[in-house]
């Protein structure tokens, strides 16, 4: 979805500004994507697995989360990110 780092997401900028430059209408709020994420991450320490990208993707869905979006659809996530890159 991202063209590339540091403000130059051309990609998602045209994705976003079809929608109002506001996230998807709500389907999968960024606090249960945070939650399953952390299942994902514990089920794979349980076996040994060490998931780096769920790892990080928790992260991120966590800071955002309690950066106020945690009510917001998951895809918003592309929003806070660019406001605080």
Do not use: C, F, I
């Amino acid at each position: 979805m991202l063209a590339s780092v540091g403000g130059r997401a051309t990609a998602s900028r045209s994705w976003l500004s079809t929608r109002g430059g506001n996230a998807l209408p709500r389907s999968v709020k960024t606090w249960l994507l945070a939650k399953d994420l952390s299942l994902a991450v514990e089920a794979g320490r349980e076996v040994g697995a060490r998931l780096e990208t769920a790892e990080t993707a928790y992260a991120l869905m966590t800071r955002h989360a309690e950066a106020g979006g945690a009510d917001l659809d998951a895809t918003s996530l592309v929003l806070h990110l660019s406001r605080n890159a």
